[in-house]
């Protein structure tokens, strides 16, 4: 029969297993919001935190089951837990020290995006892993049931890993902030290492308070604790940037979300479209639709970002009927507030581009614009043979479907796989460019499907800045990988990173 004081004591260990290993999975789930200003977020920048995650728990839990065996007592899981909790806080230095010397080399996405998480987290995920094996096998010295214990041990380790999981992700970080909730996790292993300590030598407890104020003082001192964002969704890391030297005259702000600055909007002259592939897109629609009828023209906008187009078609054409589907209604608080949008002047769902468009059931649009494109982050049920199949069968006969998406150049294979997909949809597709660069690199393409032809291979601009830009589906066709040997892209098969690799293994990525 177990005792009282030894079910407390068994109690207590399960406890700790169930905190420190919630507190991993915070941290983990922080990660890719700390490194999202200077990489962005990918499938590439999650396998890295992943993986470096992974690595430092099992490296852990082999130092943690090896120091067991060799007479760790509790004192060792409190030296864990509080230098895991120095190492957590550390991040946030560490941060300062390592982004600038990689945001100015000429390393890759997935380098940069590795070298961010291996400096940042590997060293907490390693002492993290210490704790369960260590107490696992201090719970079997008390009670000699070893299924039960070690089945309730993990048991108790996913849960706190789950729980961790869901409160960072739903809550912590959009109501304290990713530097917030390092701190956080730092003060709860903190607290949870006290009552091990108990025991430990006095040189011990000095030496890691020293380290832990030392540790605060230098981070403060480095601006560790200053986060980059103006504000912190569940999506994004926002910050709203004077723009001003991008517009002929008058005051403009841009919006950057994460790494990347999303548009421009200026302050007194709505229909200034300063990015030029926004531009292209507003008179691809001319191009398109008679001046006459683009007055009271339907748009469906996937994506609403800095509402840069919305809000100059508004400007421009008030009886236009336009409908944003935007996923952070962050985002479009912000743009409200701080770039001199109205949001009441459109229909705006917040939510999943794709849903909501689906959810359309009644309506029918004269153009959809799908700019919800993150940097070469592309969320890939936007790209699909299905997806353009819903936009088509939401389109009127004579709609006009619009995408921007980032590729490299001369050899732009999510182009071509892009261009292959949507002539399953649609009779005429064509890529678009502002220039011809002389050297290779990253450009931002625009694409236009739909059932009527555009006679010129040169549009020039009706209205706003003087610019022209080029229908390049001839070079593209002639250029490079073959259009017959890219796949169409569907929702069971979207090898994005495959077609962007180039992109991905170079520095035209950051």
């Known amino acids: 029969m177990i005792n009282v004081s030894t079910r407390v004591r068994l109690a207590w260990y399960g406890l700790t297993v169930f905190l420190s290993s919630a507190v991993l999975l915070v941290l983990e789930i922080t990660a890719g919001r700390l490194i999202a200003p200077y ?26 089951g090896r120091w067991a065996d060799r007479g ?129 030598r006095r040189r011990e407890i000095a030496g890691m308070i020293i380290l832990g104020v030392c540790s605060v003082a230098v981070t403060q001192f480095n601006d560790g604790f200053a986060s980059p964002c103006d504000r912190e969704s569940n999506y994004f890391c926002l910050r709203v940037v004077d723009a001003s030297e991008r517009a002929p005259f008058g005051q403009a702000r841009g919006l950057v979300l994460d790494h990347l600055l999303h548009g421009i909007n200026h302050e007194t002259t709505p229909d200034m479209l300063i990015s030029p592939y926004v531009h292209l897109m507003q008179e691809l629609v001319y191009q398109h639709f008679k001046a006459t009828e683009s007055a009271q023209l339907a748009y469906f906008f996937a994506g609403g970002g800095s509402y840069t187009q919305p809000r100059a078609i508004r400007h421009e054409h008030p009886q236009a009927s336009i409908t944003v589907a935007e996923l952070d209604p962050i985002v479009t608080q912000t743009v409200e507030q701080l770039l001199y949008v109205e949001p009441g002047a459109f229909q705006i769902h917040h939510g999943d581009a794709r849903a909501v468009l689906y959810r359309q059931a009644d309506a029918s649009f004269d153009v959809i614009i799908t700019d919800a494109f993150h940097d070469i982050a592309i969320p890939y049920h936007l790209v699909t043979l299905e997806y353009a199949r819903l936009a088509r069968s939401k389109l009127r006969a004579d709609g006009l479907y619009l995408t921007n998406v980032v590729d490299a150049f001369p050899d732009p294979k999510m182009v071509k796989s892009m261009l292959n997909t949507l002539r399953q949809a649609f009779d005429q597709v064509d890529v678009w460019l502002d220039s011809i660069p002389a050297q290779p690199g990253r450009m931002t393409y625009v694409i236009s499907a739909s059932n009527a032809h555009i006679d010129s291979d040169v549009l020039l601009a009706s209205r706003g800045f003087s610019r022209q830009w080029l229908r390049i589906n001839d070079p593209l066709a002639n250029t490079g990988s073959s259009l017959q040997s890219l796949p169409v892209f569907t929702d069971d098969y979207v090898p994005v990173e495959r077609m962007i690799s180039s992109l991905l293994l170079t520095a035209e990525g950051l």
């Open 39 to 64: 990489v962005g977020i990918t499938i590439y920048s999650w396998t890295s935190i992943i993986g470096v995650i992974l690595a430092g728990l099992s490296l852990g839990n082999w130092l943690g």
């Open 72 to 200: 760790a007592d509790e004192r060792s899981t409190g030296i864990a837990l509080a230098l895991a909790a120095v190492f957590s806080l550390l991040s946030l230095l560490l941060l300062t020290i390592i982004a600038p010397p990689l945001q100015a080399s000429s390393l890759d996405l997935i380098s940069a995006s590795f070298i961010y998480v291996l400096c940042l987290f590997f060293i907490p995920a390693f002492l993290l892993g210490i704790p369960t094996p260590l107490l696992t096998t201090l719970a079997l010295r008390l009670d000699e049931r070893t299924g039960h214990v070690v089945g309730r041990m993990h048991a108790l380790a996913a849960l706190g890993s789950i729980c961790g999981t869901f409160i960072t992700g739903f809550f912590l970080i959009q109501y304290v902030g990713s530097r917030g909730v390092v701190i956080i996790a730092a003060s709860m292993l903190l607290v949870l290492a006290i009552p091990f300590l108990l025991k430990a």
